[in-house]
């Protein structure tokens, strides 16, 4: 199979990217929740030179999980992205189905830091993080000011209004079948609250630390694009502000290194068109009340075996970190945690303690 995938790999670079000598290595940097990233490594006329292959997971039913526009359309959006002055990676090349490597793209490698826990935490970007919500409010209003229409974004996204995105959230969740009390609630708020109609925009749908890369000059790359639609602007800013994407930096709501206020003043110094408390936190809520659903949607696909990948069942395990925060939001106030005597092997729900275990094993 290695050999098989390094063939055709050659194969590709040897007719779409000028200079191309030797390829000298490929290496997977990460299995995804639901794509897979490459770093690949050649040598060229000019010299040795480093690339991104992003592909869809070879063994997934489908290309990603609820919502995913698939990668030839996101691949699209990284080129419009960056004739619009919002940084990113340039596309080198987008797959074919006679390249023999599934569906995905080639890009061009940017150094710059993406995990979270160390865009918060590092002493490297003490400096910058003050800065970083602004610049968030900044790159996001430019991402609502793309003309999506002369793009023709219409007919590779979604067209999706706050009522449509929370029925077809439900819908998911009920097909699942694992109720959840606070799902239900969280869903029940939401449709009391939704937002009046604004004007549709080009919406990202996964803008929050995680998908940034962080230089200590800032913001380097917006990556991720699978889930972008068109519809409410204020989704984007609301999803920044989930507590599950401030890794543990509870305190600095905006990815945990920033604040609103940074956020929002770096958003209307570029926006014509302003963004209230009301409709950030409508779009925190729903954020939440999408991932606790979405981990479960996850720990389901790695259950059923249609998608392999370990990250799926620890992502799966989240789904009650998410509906923690909705209780937080919508219902504040102090708790204590019941005690259990249930097994590490029960539960249907989260993917348990002892199904990581196996999958651990098996994996190995």
């Given amino acids: 199979m290695q050999e098989e995938f390094d063939y055709a790999l050659r194969q590709v670079l040897s007719r779409e990217l000028p200079g191309f000598r030797s390829l000298l290595s490929c290496k997977q940097l990460t299995a995804g929740a639901s794509q897979e990233t490459y770093r690949v490594v050649v040598t060229t006329d000019n010299g040795e030179r480093q690339l991104a292959l992003r592909r869809s997971q070879p063994t997934a039913a489908s290309e990603s999980s609820v919502g995913s526009i698939g990668l030839v359309a996101e691949a699209r959006l990284f080129q419009i992205a960056g004739a619009a002055d919002i940084p990113g990676p340039e596309v080198i090349y987008v797959l ?16 710059g830091e993406t995990l979270g826990q160390r865009i918060v935490r590092a002493p490297e970007y003490a400096d910058v993080r003050p800065r970083l919500a602004r610049q968030c409010g900044e790159i996001l209003a430019r991402i609502h000011a793309v003309d999506w229409q ?54 990202h749908g996964d803008f929050r630390n995680g998908n940034l890369m962080v230089t200590a000059a800032g913001i380097n790359a917006v990556l991720d694009w699978e889930l972008a639609q068109i519809g409410d602007p204020a989704r984007d800013l609301g999803w920044l502000c989930v507590n599950s994407w401030r890794f543990g930096q509870a305190q600095l709501p905006v990815g945990g290194f920033g604040e609103v206020d940074d956020l929002l003043a770096g958003y209307n110094s570029v926006s014509a068109t302003p963004v209230s408390s009301q409709q950030l936190l409508f779009w925190q809520v729903f954020g939440s009340f999408w991932w606790a659903m979405a981990t479960l949607q996850m720990a389901g696909a790695w259950r059923s075996g249609e998608t392999p990948s370990l990250e799926r069942p620890v992502i799966g395990r989240r789904s009650s970190e998410a509906q923690m925060d909705c209780v937080n939001l919508l219902i504040p106030g102090h708790f204590s945690v019941p005690d259990t005597d249930k097994a590490l092997s029960e539960g249907t729900q989260l993917p348990m303690p002892a199904e990581l275990l196996e999958g651990v094993a098996r994996f190995l």
């Fill in 96 to 111: 074919q189905p006679d390249d023999q490597l599934g569906s995905g793209f080639f890009m061009e490698w940017l150094e």
């Fill in 150 to 203: 002369a793009a023709g974004l219409e007919k590779l996204l979604p067209v999706i209004r706050p009522a449509q995105l929370v029925d077809e959230t439900w819908a998911v969740y009920r097909d699942l079948n694992l109720p959840v009390p606070m799902i239900d609630y969280t869903w029940r708020w939401l449709k009391e609250n939704l937002p009046a109609e604004t004007e549709l925009k080009l919406v």
